[in-house]
Nanobody
Framework: QVEIVESGGGLVQPGGSLRLSCAAS????????MGWYRQVPGNRRELVAA???????NYGESVRGRFRISKISANNTIFLQMNRLKPDDSAVYFC?????????????WGQGTQVTVSA
């Protein structure tokens, strides 16, 4: 079993910053990518940022230039630095781990961490 644990969410004022952490542990056979999605109740889950095992990042259009995702560390942890936050960034942020293609497993997801941007 693989466990995904997120931390770092909270309340921040518009224009502020937050740093989310995501740690994966357990029976991890291979990692293809890790990243973050976010979701507001009633809306679809939206890609925030992801990074491949090789360190190639990908960002959602709405956060590009403001958020930065780290590389995957040796202990299977990633960080999401969120700057110049806006009220529209308020959501539950979910971390995921996509196993390598040869493993034949589905993605693993964390429970989510709430980010609220409000004055």
């Amino acid at each position: 079993q693989v466990e995904i644990v997120e931390s770092g969410g909270g309340l921040v004022q518009p224009g502020g910053s937050l740093r989310l952490s995501c740690a994966a542990s357990g029976n991890i056979r291979s990692i293809g990518a890790m990243g973050w999605y976010r979701q507001v109740p009633g809306n679809r889950r939206e890609l925030v940022a992801a990074v491949t095992r090789g360190g190639i990042p990908n960002y959602g259009e709405s956060v590009r230039g403001r958020f930065r995702i780290s590389k995957i560390s040796a202990n299977n942890t990633i960080f999401l630095q969120m700057n110049r936050l806006k009220p529209d960034d308020s959501a539950v942020y979910f971390c995921y781990l996509a196993p390598g293609p040869s493993v034949g497993e589905t993605d693993y997801w964390g429970q989510g961490t709430q980010v609220t941007v409000s004055a």
